[in-house]
């Protein structure tokens, strides 16, 4: 008697652990969200010392100055106010409102204006996209590079690791998907230029549109997956997983060889 309940206890134990290290141990979506704040933190400081080494090189200051000065001299020499809000503006005489648009022509008419003009808006652009790049392959390429199991700093620190849908081990080039046509082109560039043209005013209805459809679709694909996944991990087939308690495999050959092993195991146990 004493022989039979051991054997079953010690069955049941076998198959909690097999369980464990067998099934996907997702990780609590807690977690993931402290996880996330943390590296989208650390990403937004890098993000910025990048800009602003980039904006040293290429002399944005002295573009965005020498635009500052053009608008100022009109602004005085037509006396009007031509830094003024769309609402301002909206606002004006006519008198006000025809001094103000010859103001305007003669600065659309300056050509060292309107070339400070173009740069501040073609850096604005290079620089902001070239520093998220950066960060994005510093902070979520190359440091889960060297931690191993796509564990980014946040990861890291709160138990956290990547996988494939299969369970086996990802590689450079998953990684390299997840981070940059995922997390970084679609889910981040993608809205930041929307924003900035929106801010610019050189977009319509379109790019509200755009915005709303990342959304939904980041949403949807967030509640409608087993593994609550987000478009980067649908784009790139990773799972973030509870790292103590998840077995991950280096191989597909060998994540076979285990479930096979498993499956004879238990078959001789119940034989047993």
Same mark, same amino acid.
């Given at each position: 008697?004493?022989?039979?309940?051991?054997?079953?206890?010690s069955?049941?134990?076998?198959?909690?652990?097999?369980? +464990? +290290?067998?099934?996907?141990?997702k990780?609590?979506?807690w977690?993931?969200?402290?996880?996330?704040? #943390?590296?989208?933190?650390?990403l937004?400081?890098?993000?910025?010392?990048?800009?602003w080494?980039?904006?040293?090189?290429?002399?944005?200051?002295?573009?965005?100055?020498?635009?500052e000065?053009?608008?100022?001299r009109?602004?005085?020499?037509?006396?009007? &106010?031509? @830094? +003024?809000?769309?609402?301002?503006?909206e606002?004006?005489?006519?008198?006000?409102?025809? %001094?103000? &648009?010859?103001?305007?022509?003669?600065?659309?008419?300056?050509?060292?204006?309107?070339?400070?003009?173009?740069m501040?808006? %073609?850096?604005?652009?290079?620089?902001?996209?070239?520093?998220?790049?950066?960060? #994005?392959?510093?902070?979520e390429?190359?440091?889960?590079?060297?931690?191993? &199991?796509?564990?980014?700093?946040?990861?890291?620190? #709160?138990?956290?690791?990547?996988?494939?849908?299969?369970?086996?081990?990802?590689?450079? =080039?998953?990684?390299?998907?997840?981070?940059?046509?995922?997390?970084?082109?679609?889910?981040?560039?993608?809205?930041?230029?929307i924003?900035?043209?929106?801010?610019w005013?050189?977009?319509?209805?379109?790019g509200?549109?755009?915005l709303f459809l990342?959304?939904?679709? %980041?949403?949807?694909?967030?509640i409608?997956?087993?593994?609550?996944?987000?478009? @980067?991990d649908?784009?790139?087939g990773t799972? =973030? =997983?509870?790292?103590?308690?998840?077995?991950i #495999?280096?191989?597909?050959?060998?994540?076979?060889?285990?479930?096979?092993?498993? @499956?004879?195991? %238990?078959?001789?146990r119940q034989?047993?």
């Amino acid at each position: 008697m004493y022989v039979s309940i051991h054997v079953t206890i010690s069955f049941i134990l076998q198959e909690a652990v097999d369980s +464990m +290290m067998y099934d996907l141990q997702k990780a609590s979506m807690w977690k993931r969200i402290s996880a996330f704040l #943390f590296d989208a933190i650390l990403l937004g400081i890098v993000a910025v010392l990048f800009a602003w080494v980039l904006s040293l090189a290429l002399g944005y200051d002295g573009y965005r100055d020498r635009l500052e000065e053009s608008y100022d001299r009109y602004s005085t020499l037509y006396s009007v &106010n031509l @830094h +003024m809000s769309p609402a301002e503006y909206e606002a004006l005489s006519p008198e006000a409102l025809a %001094q103000f &648009n010859e103001a305007y022509a003669a600065l659309s008419a300056d050509s060292d204006a309107v070339r400070a003009y173009s740069m501040v808006i %073609q850096l604005t652009i290079l620089i902001t996209s070239f520093g998220i790049l950066l960060s #994005f392959l510093a902070l979520e390429f190359l440091v889960p590079l060297r931690l191993g &199991n796509g564990m980014t700093l946040g990861k890291k620190i #709160f138990g956290l690791a990547l996988m494939t849908a299969e369970g086996i081990r990802i590689r450079a =080039v998953t990684l390299f998907i997840r981070t940059i046509l995922g997390k970084y082109t679609i889910e981040t560039m993608i809205p930041v230029i929307i924003l900035l043209m929106i801010f610019w005013g050189t977009i319509g209805i379109v790019g509200p549109i755009v915005l709303f459809l990342i959304l939904a679709v %980041q949403l949807g694909v967030l509640i409608g997956t087993r593994t609550n996944a987000l478009i @980067h991990d649908l784009l790139a087939g990773t799972v =973030v =997983v509870d790292y103590a308690s998840q077995m991950i #495999f280096d191989t597909r050959e060998a994540m076979i060889a285990y479930k096979e092993r498993m @499956h004879a195991e %238990q078959a001789a146990r119940q034989i047993d």
